[in-house]
C-alpha cells in the first residue's frame, strides 16, 4: 500500500455524494488498519450504492481504489456479510 494516493471519485458527484463515497472509502482503510464495526461499514456501504446505484460502477471503483491502496471494498463487504450470523460486532480485514 501506498501512503498517498487519491481516491477515485466522479466529477458530476455533488459535494454531498463526494462525501458519501470517502466515508466509504475510509471505513474501508478503517477495516485494514484498525477495525469497524459491522454496522457502521453496513450503513455507510449502504449509502455508497445509493450515490453508485448499478454493480457495474461499484465494481470499478473498488478495482480503483484497491489498485490505489491495496485496500478492496468488496472483501470488507464480504467479511461483514460472513460476520452477520454471528456475535461479532467488529471487522478487521487482514490483507492477502
Same mark, same amino acid.
Given at each position: $500500500?501506498? #501512503? *498517498?494516493?487519491?481516491?477515485?471519485? #466522479?466529477?458530476?458527484?455533488?459535494? %454531498? #455524494?463526494?462525501?458519501?463515497?470517502i ?14 464495526k459491522? #454496522? ?6 449502504? =449509502?455508497?450504492?445509493? !450515490? !453508485?446505484? $448499478?454493480? $457495474? ?10 489498485? %490505489? =491502496?491495496?485496500? =478492496?471494498?468488496?472483501? !470488507? ?7 452477520? *450470523?454471528?456475535?461479532? !460486532? ?7
Amino acid at each position: $500500500m501506498q #501512503d *498517498n494516493y487519491s481516491y477515485p471519485l #466522479d466529477e458530476t458527484w455533488s459535494q %454531498e #455524494d463526494i462525501v458519501t463515497v470517502i466515508d466509504l472509502y475510509n471505513a474501508v482503510e478503517k477495516a485494514y488498519e484498525s477495525g469497524v464495526k459491522r #454496522d457502521e461499514f453496513l450503513q455507510k456501504y449502504r =449509502s455508497f450504492q445509493q !450515490v !453508485v446505484p $448499478m454493480k $457495474m460502477e461499484q465494481k470499478r471503483l473498488d478495482k480503483e481504489f484497491e489498485s %490505489e =491502496s491495496g485496500y =478492496s471494498i468488496y472483501q !470488507v463487504f464480504k467479511q461483514c456479510q460472513k460476520a452477520k *450470523n454471528s456475535e461479532k !460486532v467488529r471487522i478487521r480485514n487482514e490483507r492477502r
